[in-house]
């Protein structure tokens, strides 16, 4: 079975300034997908970015970019420009890659970033 | 963008009830949707796969006889929570298999089982 981990319940950076949150999971698979979630205090799940396993290159979304790290397996999520809207759970999560991605997402346990002013 | 709504948005019952609630895709069509359950302050961890005409394959550790699930059609599945107990109260969510894959998720539900 798949494991995702956060190591960091709870981040705090200041509005502007550039945060990495860290994920490293387990799996014996080497095709899959990796995943970043926000959840707002409204809990709508939003996904922020997402990695193919297969892909050597880093994905990136204006602001945000990860750094995947396949034989550490390793997945962190780095936000420049941090803002305030930014605030909010951040789930890292996995996905096989099996069943022609058919399979449901395991999550890690989230880490809570706060921006300050 | 590809939208998954879910009803109700909230629901209080009384013990020994049954809930249910549902999650549609509403402009495309989703022939795999999945089930969450997220306590507060916690993951989402996921409970079953629901397939389009077929049963739900459930992960290990949930009841299938507590949890029914069914996805009649490819725009519908619907999570029954059977004889709901206290312990049952949690946040419920759904998502749906789209396009390249990708997971969309409906906004939610709340369970209170008093």
């Known amino acids: 079975a798949q494991t995702v981990t956060q190591s960091q319940p709870e981040m705090s950076v200041q509005e502007a300034e550039t945060v990495t949150l860290s994920c490293t999971y387990d799996?014996?698979?080497?095709?899959?997908?990796l995943f970043w979630y926000k959840q707002p205090p409204s809990r709508q799940m939003i996904l922020v970015i997402r990695q193919e396993a297969y892909k050597q290159q880093n994905a990136t979304e204006n602001r945000f970019s990860v750094n995947f790290q396949k034989a550490a397996k390793s997945f962190s999520l780095k936000i420049s420009d941090s803002q305030l809207g930014d605030a909010a759970m951040y789930f890292c999560a996995y996905r096989s890659a099996s069943r022609g991605g058919a399979d449901g997402l395991t999550f890690g346990k989230g880490t809570h970033l706060i921006i300050q002013p | 963008g590809a939208v998954v709504s879910q009803h109700p948005s909230r629901v209080i019952c009384k013990s020994g009830t049954s809930v249910k609630i549902e999650c549609r895709s509403l402009?495309?069509?989703?022939?795999?949707m999945f089930w969450y359950r997220q306590f507060p302050k916690k993951s989402l961890m996921l409970m079953a796969t629901?397939?389009?005409?077929?049963?739900?394959?459930?992960e290990q550790g949930v009841e299938k006889d507590k949890f029914l699930i069914n996805h009649a059609s490819l725009t519908l599945s619907t999570l029954t929570v059977t004889s709901a107990h206290p312990e049952d109260s949690s946040f419920y969510i759904c998502?749906?298999?789209?396009?390249?894959?990708?997971?969309?998720f409906g906004p939610g539900t709340r369970l209170t089982v008093l």
């Open positions: 799996t014996s698979e080497s095709d899959y997908y």
């Open positions: 998502s749906a298999s789209g396009r390249a894959n990708e997971q969309f």
């Open positions: 402009d495309f069509q989703a022939t795999t």
């Open positions: 629901s397939n389009e005409g077929s049963k739900a394959t459930y």
